[in-house]
């Protein structure tokens, strides 16, 4: 069992955790991630680490509530344990040599941007951040980003925090006005994603994206995973919980990701509502 150590809840929809669990503190890196269990019968899903206290044998993970195994593990308090929690799985990021880069981080991706963006900003890289969302209620980690950055742009769609528009429009802008950067990452959905990567190819600048395709695993095994990629004219299949999640946003096919995310949307939904009759006829006697 894995304790939770701190909970914090970020906006209606978006908690914070820290939990105990030395050995992954110890060793994991920014971009990689775990699966966890809520508890021994739960489903496994993949979280991005986002953070580690290595002196404490913390890991901080930040999830927002979109189906039942989130919602289960919202309802968990700080004390409470959760049954599994496994990693460092995948690549950590490629970070060295970078001097300016510009990190782009959508809604929760924001969690997975931030310690890229503070590992940067540790190892002297200049970094402009550009951090969008729906609206302010929903704004998360500001004052974290404005640490780890030399220039931040905040977003809403609806304008009622920051600019009103999405994190293309600043992104452009600085591109037009001449801003070159080393690489630019972006993390948060996949059509935001699809669409930083079609902004920064004229300019052509190194664009990495960060992937979260359904995943059971998290070794490769199950291929729930896969991605295709198109690499020198090929279509190159590739599987995120060992190859990625970082890729070369250029070589992605993001409408395939995009349709293949939606595939258990119905299910997801449903499993709010759903209501257990395997023990609806049985005496209480016979259980």
Do not use: W
């Given at each position: 069992?894995y304790?939770i ?11 914070q955790m ?5 050995l ?7 971009g990689q991630?775990i699966i966890l269990?809520?508890d021994?019968d739960?489903e496994?899903i993949p979280?991005t680490v986002a953070?580690?206290?290595p002196?404490?044998?913390t890991v901080k993970i ?15 308090e700080?004390?409470d344990?959760?049954a599994?929690?496994?990693?460092p799985l995948?690549v950590?990021?490629?970070?060295d040599?970078?001097k300016k ?7 929760v991706?924001?969690?997975i941007?931030l310690?890229?963006a503070?590992?940067?900003h540790?190892?002297?890289a200049?970094?402009?951040?550009v951090i969008g969302?729906r609206?302010?209620d ?12 030399n220039a ?7 304008g009622?925090y920051?600019?009103?528009g999405?994190?293309t429009?600043p992104?452009k802008e ?11 990452i ?7 994603m699809k669409?930083?990567v079609?902004?920064a ?5 190194p664009?990495?994206v960060?992937?979260n ?7 490769g095994?199950?291929g729930g995973?896969?991605?295709t990629?198109l ?14 999640p ?5 070589e992605?096919?993001f409408d395939e ?5 939606k595939m ?13 009759h395997l023990?609806?006829?049985v ?5």
């Open positions: 069992m304790k150590i701190t909970k914090k809840v970020l906006n209606p929809t978006v908690t820290e939990i105990e669990a030395p992954i503190a110890q060793k994991a890196r920014p991630f269990r809520v021994s739960g496994r979280l953070g580690t206290d002196e404490n044998g930040i999830f927002q509530i979109v189906g039942a195994t989130t919602e289960a593990l919202g309802h968990k700080a004390g344990s959760i599994d929690f496994v990693g995948g950590a990021s490629k970070l040599g970078l880069v510009c990190i782009v981080g959508g809604g991706g924001c969690a941007a310690p890229i503070e590992a940067l540790k190892m002297g200049d970094v402009t951040s969302f609206n302010k929903l704004v998360i980690l500001e004052e974290e980003f404005k640490a780890a950055s931040m742009y905040m977003m809403t769609d609806d009622s920051g600019r009103q999405n994190v429009l992104l600085l591109l037009d006005a001449g801003e070159t950067f080393d690489e630019i972006t993390i948060g959905p996949l059509i935001m669409y930083v079609l902004t190819k004229p300019y052509h600048i664009c990495t960060s992937m395709p359904i995943m059971i695993d998290g070794t095994m199950c995973c896969r991605l990629l690499q020198d004219g090929k279509h190159v299949m590739k599987f995120a919980c060992v190859d990625g970082d890729f070369n946003g250029y992605v096919d990701a995009m349709r293949r995310g258990y949307a119905d299910f997801e939904k449903a499993a709010h509502a759903h209501i257990c023990y609806q006829n005496k209480t006697e016979d259980v």
